[in-house]
Each structure stands twice: as structure tokens, then as C-alpha cells.
């Protein structure tokens, strides 16, 4: 897909918000980066960061939602406004971070 991110475990800093952004991520699958409201997750089996939530921030660093991921693909349906958001990806080893832009065609 043209808006997929991947990346290796680079992380960059944010200094504005202080919060890390994945450049580059193999092992997870973020699309479409923009997104009209929902947003897929795909995990590949083996994944050896076992990620095991994904959390929602505003700009400003307030976390909107949670959600439990799955193996495999897991679908997140926002329903935030346009905007900028970090989704954050946590799990038992690691968390990583990946700006994702909100545009809903009203």
C-alpha cells in the first residue's frame, strides 16, 4: 500500500511532545498513514516484541483510547477529529511510537 509505513527499531526523538516516532518498522504493518477513522495493525506471527496494546495520543501527549492487539491484524476504528495523533504500540519488551494523521472526507 502507497500510505504503509515499516521500519527497523530506529527511533528519533520528538522534542516537542517528548515522545519517540518509529522511522523505520519491519515488524509491524501501520496503513493507511493518512486514515479516515480506522486504522489497521498487522503484527506477523514470530514477532518477537509481542506487542499487546495500542494507545492513542493527542499532540499534546493526553492518551484518547486503548486497545488490545491480536496477532495478525487488528482493525481500530478512532472516530477522532482531523488531526495528528502518535499511536503507540506497547508491549512486555519494547513500545514504540508512529505519528498517524486523521482525515475524515465529511
Do not use: W
Amino acid at each position: 500500500s502507497v500510505f504503509s509505513d515499516s521500519a527497523h527499531l530506529t527511533q528519533c526523538a520528538n522534542v516537542a511532545n517528548n515522545i519517540n516516532e518509529i522511522e523505520d518498522l519491519n515488524m509491524v504493518t501501520i496503513y493507511p498513514n493518512p486514515s479516515e477513522n480506522v486504522i489497521n495493525i498487522e503484527i506477523p506471527f514470530g514477532n518477537s516484541l509481542e506487542f499487546k496494546f495500542a494507545n492513542i495520543f493527542n499532540i499534546h501527549g493526553t492518551k484518547l483510547n486503548e486497545y488490545k492487539l491480536t496477532k495478525g491484524a487488528t482493525k481500530i476504528i478512532t472516530n477522532l477529529n482531523d488531526g495528528t495523533y502518535f499511536l503507540e504500540l506497547t508491549g512486555d519488551i519494547k513500545t514504540v511510537r508512529k505519528k498517524v494523521f486523521i482525515f475524515n472526507n465529511r
